[in-house]
Structure formats: structure tokens, C-alpha cells
């Protein structure tokens, strides 16, 4: 469900990556800034927000798929990570494209 419409599948692929990432790092639950930090640092935290949020749907779109609790779903991503070299988020957003697909 897209939470900018409130409609199921409004945006497709990437362009729903990108609206779900700019959504997470500039919306009313994005981290305030912090006295005295730099942009970078900022940057870095809203970034690794949106990551975490990632690995968190492909969790539970593994859980789902293969009818296992959310624990199993993330030794799961682990291990299809560094099977395939990549990064857990890497990983969890192909999970996620493969998902849509279904």
C-alpha cells in the first residue's frame, strides 16, 4: 500500500523505492537534526533509517513466503547475502523487487 496515496500498487519498481526512501528520510518520522551536526552526519542517519526499513520488509516478505518467523526470515537474508556478495540492504531490495513480482 502506498502511503502516499493510500492505494495498493500506485507506484511500481524503483519509483516506489524512491518515494518509500524520500518518504522515510523527509517525513514527519524523519530524525530531527541534532544541535551541531553536520549535513554528512545527518545524511548518514536518515540513510541508514531508510536501509534498516528495507531489510525490515524483505524480512517479513521472506517470512511470509516461506512461512517462517521473522528471526529465520533474517538468518535467511543474512545467508542469501553473502552467497551472493552483497550488501544486506542490496540484497533485501532485490528480495523486495522479487516480491512485486510475484
Not at 57 to 70: P, S
Not at 75 to 84: F, T
Amino acid at each position: 500500500m502506498s502511503v502516499v496515496t493510500g492505494r495498493p500498487a500506485h507506484y511500481r519498481g524503483e519509483e516506489h523505492e524512491r518515494v518509500g526512501i524520500y518518504v522515510l528520510t523527509h517525513g514527519p518520522s524523519a530524525p530531527a537534526r541534532p544541535r551541531g551536526a553536520s549535513d554528512d552526519a545527518v545524511a548518514r542517519t536518515r540513510a541508514s533509517l531508510a536501509s534498516r526499513n528495507i531489510i525490515e520488509q524483505a524480512k517479513g516478505a521472506l517470512a511470509h513466503q516461506h512461512d517462517v518467523n521473522m528471526g529465520q526470515a533474517y538468518e535467511q537474508l543474512k545467508r542469501i547475502a553473502a552467497e551472493s556478495n552483497r550488501s544486506l540492504t542490496q540484497t533485501a531490495i532485490q528480495i523486495l523487487r522479487q516480491a512485486r513480482q510475484r
